[in-house]
């Protein structure tokens, strides 16, 4: 099993739908949750951190997090052809080297006209 | 403003040459992290380090080296024996805690020619 999985996609969803995106990770001890957004050739930014189960708005997104059923997904309202990119889910674990995150593959996100 | 510089932003690599990418940070960050990217892949960890003059190995160390000896700055040297090293390098940097995510560079894109 993974320590992070992802769906590949790609994830193909109209202008101004909700398009939604999944993460199930592997250790129940992981405490903090990040979501990236890559555009093609460019280098990850974060968009959305998650500390505790629930859910957390910023803007027109969403990320939810259950630790106990373990995943954690990011909601996006009102898509855009510019949320066209990767996204990458990122968990936080604590290892003998120190905390480090671990990245899922990625979904692509596609956003049609 | 704060941030997280890699150079260069291309690179070129002739057979059994080793090159070296640049990584500077100005964010006061103790950990600093290498990962390599190739198409259509996930991010993988080649070293990581917690701390000036202490480093660890990731999951691809083989055929690279790095340093640590100022906090702002975590050079990775790309050698001869790294025999795919053609790929993208994103460098990152964060709180010893992670709480507050990765912030990443720009990459390096390393080609052999």
């Known amino acids: 099993q993974k320590e992070v999985e992802q769906n590949s996609g790609p994830l193909s969803v109209p202008e101004g739908a909700i398009a939604s995106l999944n993460c199930t990770y592997s250790d129940r001890v992981s405490q903090s949750f990040f979501w990236y957004r890559q555009y093609s050739g460019k280098s990850p930014e974060l968009i959305m951190s998650?500390?505790?189960?629930g859910d957390k708005e910023d803007g027109r997104f969403t990320a939810q997090l259950n630790k106990a059923s373990q995943y954690v997904s990011l909601l996006i309202r009102d898509s855009q052809p510019s949320d066209s990119a990767t996204y990458l889910c990122?968990?936080?674990?604590?290892?003998?080297?120190?905390?480090?995150?671990?990245f899922g593959t990625g979904t692509q996100l596609k956003v049609e006209l | 403003d704060g941030g997280i510089t890699q150079s260069p932003k291309y690179l070129f690599r002739k057979e059994g040459q080793n090159v070296t990418l640049s990584c500077e940070q100005n964010?006061?960050?103790?950990?600093m992290y290498w990962y390599r990217q190739d198409p259509g892949q996930g991010l993988r960890l080649i070293y990581y380090?917690?701390?000036?003059?202490?480093?660890q190995k990731g999951d691809i160390a083989e055929g690279y080296s790095v340093s640590r000896e100022k906090k702002e700055s975590f050079p990775l040297t790309v050698t001869s024996a790294q025999k795919n090293p053609t790929a993208f390098y994103l460098c990152a940097s964060s709180t010893a805690l992670n709480n507050y995510g990765y912030t990443f560079g720009s990459g390096t894109r390393l080609t052999v020619v």
């Open positions: 998650i500390y505790s189960n």
């Open positions: 990122a968990v936080n674990r604590l290892t003998g080297g120190g905390n480090k995150l671990t």
């Open positions: 380090s917690q701390i000036v003059n202490d480093f």
């Open positions: 964010l006061n960050h103790d950990a």
